[in-house]
């Protein structure tokens, strides 16, 4: 939308009154019609949505299994899951469901897309087992925390992963690439077959620095780790959400905002023309259907802008 038009209908609205408000709904039929259009590009990122669910409900750890034929990701949160477990696809079109449950709703049905042997969800107070039939079971179950099950079919890709995983490598098209690669930042104690999955961050050698909004991180925080190992060197300052920033060194430029333990590398030019290094960890931004990139609302715009800002603090100091 330019800003003339903006500028435009902002002036109808100045000069309106309010003459009802509600909220559009979906028949389930409809929900059905217009899933069925929908996919993600690549079915195993629905590991990403899982991560993301486990970290929008307040979870204190994830630990994923994967093999071959299973992955298998538990969360230890209190949230329950289990009153939304039915037609829990549907819950991906309801805006009156919590993030965490829309997170669960999406790996749910991309997971589909793979055409698995089985799928499980155990949320809480209630278990969803799937079959290749379409049938979706929901029963009471006395568990504890989040548990997504998604074992496949033996097929070409199983055959290639039980291949590679024998020789202690890790296919490109896997859910433990998808994880280490698009996670590997997450501020949750995370584990993948019990390895931890953040990765230390290192910021490299650098004229420059800031930490804003760092404070009071969690010590198993990838910032509060890096602000604890630069030490006395470090600068630091209250801030909205976790950021950090540093500029020189032999690394080159990036911007990764993440965005409930998912990383979105975004052009460091639509910040600033000369070389720095920026991570921050905004989950209040929202993510477009295809899953794989931001909104650039105004809460996206309004990201920039302060990152921009912090740039310009740190080049003075």
Not at 58 to 85: K, M, Q, V
Not at 267 to 282: L, M, N, S
Not at 294 to 301: A, E, G, I, R
Request: glycine residues 8%; neutral net charge.
């Amino acid at each position: 939308m330019t800003d003339e038009l903006t500028a435009c209908l902002a002036g109808y609205v100045e000069q309106a009154s309010l003459d009802s408000s509600g909220q559009f709904t979906l028949s389930a039929e409809k929900s059905l019609e217009k899933l069925k259009n929908f996919s993600l590009a690549e079915p195993r990122l629905y590991v990403l949505n899982a991560l993301a669910a486990a970290q929008s409900a307040g979870a204190r750890s994830i630990a994923a299994e994967c093999d071959a034929d299973d992955t298998i990701l538990h969360a230890d949160t209190d949230f329950d899951f289990g009153p939304y477990l039915k037609d829990l696809s549907h819950r991906l079109l309801d805006d009156k469901s919590p993030p965490a449950v829309r997170e669960l709703a999406m790996a749910f049905h991309a997971a589909k897309g793979l055409n698995p042997g089985a799928i499980e969800v155990v949320g809480g107070s209630q278990r969803l087992r799937w079959s290749p039939d379409g049938r979706e079971v929901v029963e009471p179950f006395a568990g504890q925390g989040l548990r997504l099950h998604v074992h496949e079919r033996l097929g070409l890709r199983t055959l290639r992963k039980a291949w590679s995983y024998r020789w202690g490598e890790v296919r490109l098209d896997t859910e433990e690439d998808a994880l280490k690669r698009h996670c590997n930042l997450t501020p949750l104690p995370t584990r993948i077959n019990g390895q931890p999955l953040a990765r230390p961050l290192d910021l490299g050698e650098c004229q420059h620095h800031l930490f804003s909004g760092c404070r009071d991180l969690d010590s198993q925080h990838p910032l509060a780790r890096c602000l604890a190992l630069r030490g006395a060197r470090a600068r630091s300052q209250p801030g909205p959400y976790p950021v950090v920033l540093a500029e020189g060194g032999r690394l080159p430029p990036y911007l990764v905002l993440v965005v409930r333990g998912v990383n979105y590398r975004m052009p460091a030019k639509g910040v600033d023309t000369r070389d720095f290094k920026a991570i921050a960890y905004v989950d209040h931004l929202r993510k477009d259907l295809s899953q794989t990139q931001l909104v650039q609302d105004q809460d996206f715009k309004g990201v920039l802008t302060h990152i921009g800002r912090l740039l310009r603090d740190m080049r003075k100091g």
